[in-house]
């Protein structure tokens, strides 16, 4: 069946470097949103790309979708502590999944 | 976006109950999911809400296990059955308010069966 893979898993930084999360999906892409859930908190929509190539920025966040639609990234430049979370891509394949998440930790 | 109001938002219960979990949503919608997330783990569909019609549930979660309520267009209801420990889990209750606005989410249940 579909899945929807992130690497890393895990990711600490130190505060002020950059952030890189990447999601690689077994099928072609209608569209993938990106999520941030703070620790303890619920999923909060970031996002939603939708064209093959397509590239959005949100301040110090930069989007990708691949130009096959397999694949997405999410880029976090000079990281601040308020980065702190587990980042999820979702796609809309034949089924709409979440990715296996990105916890992301910034050390002050 | 919606704005959800899920609750309880943490339980502890006994195996062998039964716990349900409301979702109000401020606006009308047609479909509403429920989602469960383990700890450290990603999201996954139990099941989609649409009112005045039978859940449609994924692979691996059933009706008797899991029944939904969807009385009208703002609220659902989702119930945990016959709990045993490995149903400890954050049940979330979402839904998508318009086209490439994303899923809303309610703040989630923890629900920990002893």
């Known amino acids: 069946g579909q899945q929807v893979m992130q690497i890393p898993q895990y990711q600490h930084v130190q505060e002020g470097e950059d952030f890189t999360t990447y999601c690689n999906s077994s099928t072609t892409l209608s569209n993938i949103q990106w999520y941030k859930q703070r620790p303890g908190g619920h999923p909060v929509f970031l996002i939603q790309l939708v064209k093959s190539g397509e590239v959005k920025k949100q301040k110090r966040l930069t989007f990708q979708f691949g130009e096959a639609k397999k694949n997405s990234s999410l880029h976090i430049t000079a990281t601040q502590t308020t980065d702190v979370g587990t980042y999820f891509c979702a796609g809309l394949g034949n089924q709409f999944y979440f990715g296996t998440g990105t916890s992301l930790t910034v050390i002050p | 976006s919606a704005v959800i109001s899920q609750k309880p938002s943490r339980d502890i219960c006994q195996r062998g109950t039964s716990l349900t979990i409301q979702c109000q949503v401020d606006?009308?919608?047609?479909?509403m999911f429920w989602y469960r997330q383990q700890p450290g783990q990603s999201l996954t569909l139990i099941a989609t809400?649409?009112?005045?019609?039978?859940?449609?549930?994924e692979s691996g979660f059933v009706i008797d296990k899991f029944p939904i309520s969807r009385p009208n267009l703002t609220f659902s209801t989702l119930t945990v059955s016959n709990m045993s420990p490995e149903d400890s889990s954050i049940y979330l209750c979402s839904v998508v308010t318009g086209i490439g606005y994303g899923y809303t989410f309610g703040s989630g249940t923890r629900l920990t069966v002893v």
């Open positions: 606006s009308q919608v047609t479909m």
């Open positions: 809400a649409n009112q005045g019609s039978e859940a449609t549930y």
